[in-house]
């Protein structure tokens, strides 16, 4: 869920400590927070800080930016008033955190209370009871106010592992992680709950603790640390259930790890034979496996998408064949390529069979896993991509060799496949792409040249790209591209010998045709014209009989070179090429976009390959094949 101005917050325990850290981390990114406190000179100096920070950024909210609301949350009433008064408020839900918390002040053995009222009790009333009903108020509050929501849980790492010196807060928070990793099932729902666990950071509590035991864990954690970890978990799609683990010894990871997972794998018989299924699914809720499924298969051979395409349903073969696992997809990717699979062109000299499956890339969830299957980076549940015939499908048997561990299940995973991977290796590997050069991209707006100019830039070059069309433009504009030539205002040829007189030293082109005899003729000596592409004549066939005069004569006497890009001949490299697009990604150096027009369902194939070919796509364009499977994310 991306954090925008003017969602709206409810956060327990905000007077002091984490809570207000929390509440003024949000603020300052234009959140409207309910401030739920039991001490009321704190809570009301938290919403001070609150309204101070959004008086920075100086935004207009007709509601109040900050809300006081008194409550003890160990008394359920009193925190059932609180939900109440933040909808009478706001109307709706976004985030809610529950983080209000105590720790033992005495041994629990020590209590002689007879009434059920021992301090020890209180303990697990604020922290475990409390937390277990505002989760519920939370759902009910957001679903009432019709809006999607993440639930944060604050733990500890005392619940990950025993604390001696406070074994009833080790127990309670130890119970809301296993309480909070139980609820991945919401996600269906829209609303997201995650924990999250950090050791030691330096507040009013912790300041009074044995200096010693805090420097044994390496002293208090960063605070910009543990905020890092609130907005992941707040922003990040493919975390429900998720339990972040904080500490400065082994800075932020997730809990618990894949070796810690297989100790609690059971066997699960089931489809005819003996499938491995976790007790926890990590990223997502696992569908039920159908009987059948629906797939969009050629059975005609022509260009014309529509006609050649047809949507069948077939019959899933079990039991799951030995070294496959089965992916449901979520999201498919279109490609301009996806009328040259139509009418054959990919088969070269091998013979195929009618009808074939259609489609090149996809992202989804495992939901079953065949024997043989190495389980060490991926597990029933786990979300995947796919490059690989026949992602224009509900389902697909995939060899588990062949399928990409991702971080998430969205439109933007997709983008980085077959249009992503095209660029960075094909700039790479042969363009030799290095820095201090000209780097010119045809079609750089689109799926696959939006990433080329990023990619390009971020090594240190100088970018030219060419587009179609004043909105193209400003987009490429926005993406860093240092000489934007829109076609259909300005002479690309005419652009390149009045302004680069010395050439282009690597050109990354896709639309063949005239276009690429303008990059022949203006590409510098030693330079590079990389071919990935040719979609201005892949509808009327000319590239199977354009010629090009001359062409060897002019590779000759400049020592150029003119190569060929074929995604598919470098498979070796997408793993790793793929982590390193995401974790551009993830760190904000690469933007990712993504057409807007919506296409749900196998039913809009047709229809968003017709769109990509038109011409007026921006980005890439996805299909949504299950849009209630598909969650939070954009489509």
């Known amino acids: 869920m991306k954090i925008v101005p003017g969602m709206v917050a409810l956060i327990t325990g905000a007077g002091s400590g984490l809570g207000r850290y929390m509440a003024l981390a949000l603020a ?69 955190i529950n983080n209000a918390g105590t720790v033992d002040k005495a041994e629990f053995v020590s209590d002689r209370s007879t009434d059920g009222n021992g301090s020890w009790r209180q303990i697990v009333d604020i922290n475990l009871i409390a937390v277990i009903d505002g989760t519920r108020l939370a759902i009910q509050t957001m679903e009432e106010g019709g809006s999607a929501g993440v639930i944060l849980n604050v733990a500890s790492a005392s619940g990950l592992f025993p604390s001696q010196n406070t074994p009833i807060y080790s127990a309670t928070k130890g119970a809301v992680v296993l309480f909070t990793r139980s609820l991945r099932k919401y996600a269906t729902r829209k609303i997201r709950i995650n924990t999250i666990c950090p050791e030691f950071l330096e507040t009013d509590m912790t300041r009074k603790m044995e200096k010693g035991l805090i420097n044994s864990f390496g002293g208090f954690i960063p605070i910009e640390n543990f905020i890092q970890g609130v907005f992941e978990l707040l922003e990040d799609d493919s975390k429900a259930g998720a339990c972040l683990w904080i500490s400065n010894r082994g800075g932020s990871q997730y809990w618990p790890h894949s070796d810690e997972k297989k100790r609690y794998l059971l066997k699960y018989t089931s489809l005819e034979k003996e499938v491995s299924y976790p007790v926890e699914a990590t990223q997502a809720v696992i569908p039920d496996i159908p009987k059948e499924f629906k797939k969009l298969v050629v059975h005609t051979l022509n260009l014309n998408f529509r006609i050649a395409t047809k949507l069948v349903s077939t019959t899933l073969e079990l039991p799951i064949k030995e070294g496959h696992v089965l992916v449901k997809y979520i999201f498919a990717g279109i490609n301009v390529s996806d009328i040259n699979h139509s009418a054959g062109y990919y088969f070269g000299d091998n013979k195929y069979c009618l009808p074939f499956d259609a489609g090149f890339e996809g992202v989804g969830i495992i939901v079953a896993l065949g024997e043989g299957v190495n389980t ?5 549940g786990s979300p995947v991509a796919v490059i690989s015939f026949g992602a224009f499908a ?12 991702v971080p998430t299940v969205t439109p933007e995973v997709v983008a980085m496949l077959t249009s992503g991977l095209t660029a960075l290796i094909g700039l790479e590997q042969a363009g030799r792409m290095g820095s201090g050069e000209t780097v010119m991209v045809t079609a750089a707006a689109g799926g696959t040249g939006q990433f080329a100019v990023q990619l390009a830039k971020l090594s240190g070059n100088k970018v030219v790209a060419t587009c179609g069309g004043a909105e193209k433009a400003l987009i490429l504009k926005d993406l860093g591209v240092d000489r934007v030539i829109d076609y259909k205002n300005e002479n690309v040829s005419t652009v390149l010998k009045e302004e680069f007189p010395k050439g282009i030293d690597l050109i990354y082109e896709s639309v063949g045709g005239a276009m690429f005899q303008t990059c022949l003729e203006g590409l510098a000596i030693f330079g590079r014209l990389v071919v990935i592409g040719m979609i201005s004549q892949y509808e009327d066939r000319s590239f199977q009989s354009v010629e090009y005069p001359g062409l060897c004569g002019k590779i000759l006497w400049k020592s150029q070179s003119l190569v060929g890009f074929f995604l598919t001949h470098h498979a070796k490299r997408w793993n790793e090429s793929f982590q390193r697009l995401n974790n551009l990604y993830r760190q904000g150096k690469l933007k990712v976009s993504v057409d807007p027009t919506p296409f749900y369902g196998l039913e809009s194939v047709v229809d968003a390959v017709d769109y990509l070919h038109s011409g007026h796509s921006t980005g890439k364009v996805v299909v949504c094949i299950d849009r209630h499977a598909s969650g939070q994310s954009r489509l």
């Not at 007709?62 to 009193?78: H, M, Q, R, S, Y």
């Not at 389902?395 to 561990?405: E, G, Q, T």
Request: aromatic share 4%.
């Open 376 to 380: 060490t980076h991926i597990s029933v």
């Open 394 to 405: 509900e389902f697909a048997l995939v060899p588990a060799a062949h399928v990409i561990p």
């Open 28 to 96: 300052r990114k234009g959140i409207c927070i309910s401030v739920v406190e039991c001490d009321e000179p704190a809570g009301l100096a938290t919403v001070k800080m609150v309204e101070e920070e959004h008086a920075k950024i100086q935004q207009n909210d007709a509601k109040p930016v900050a809300l006081f609301i008194k409550c003890d949350v160990a008394k359920p009433g009193e925190l059932v008033s609180a939900f109440l008064k933040h909808k009478q408020c706001y109307g709706r839900l976004d985030i809610c």
